[in-house]
Nanobody
Framework: QVQLVESGGGSVQAGGSLRLSCAASPYNNFVGMYSMGWFRQAPGMEREGVAALHGYGTINYADSVKGRFTISKDYAKNTLYLQMNSLKPEDTAMYYC????????????????????WGQGTQVTVSS
């Protein structure tokens, strides 16, 4: 059974940094077999794609985070990361990790409807 567990959220001041992690199981090469992404949902807002990493290595970012966020993966740890720098109050949201078998996508997608598996989320709060 696929399981995605996020961690690393917290409260920071504007301009600060956080690194989110998403530990994937049960397959040893999960991050190599699946395309994965980070999404976020602020209160009263729809969930939006933040960053995506296709199984073949191509990357896509939302315009709002380009130049500030970096998505990456560690094959040995079977973990997806999101390094978030220069955080802004508008980055405050619950952040979710998502995955889908890579053969189902031809590109790193920011559309939540294209992902099959989801974690429970980790809260990020940025104060001004």
């Amino acid at each position: 059974q696929v399981q995605l567990v996020e961690s690393g959220g917290g409260s920071v001041q504007a301009g600060g940094s956080l690194r989110l992690s998403c530990a994937a199981s049960p397959y040893n090469n999960f991050v190599g077999m699946y395309s994965m992404g980070w999404f976020r949902q602020a209160p009263g807002m729809e969930r939006e794609g933040v960053a995506a990493l296709h199984g073949y290595g191509t990357i896509n970012y939302a315009d709002s985070v380009k130049g500030r966020f970096t998505i990456s993966k560690d094959y040995a740890k079977n973990t997806l990361y999101l390094q978030m720098n220069s955080l802004k109050p508008e980055d405050t949201a619950m952040y979710y990790c998502a995955a889908v078998p890579q053969y189902l996508l031809v590109r790193p997608s920011l559309l939540e409807t294209e992902y099959k598996y989801w974690g429970q989320g980790t809260q990020v709060t940025v104060s001004s």
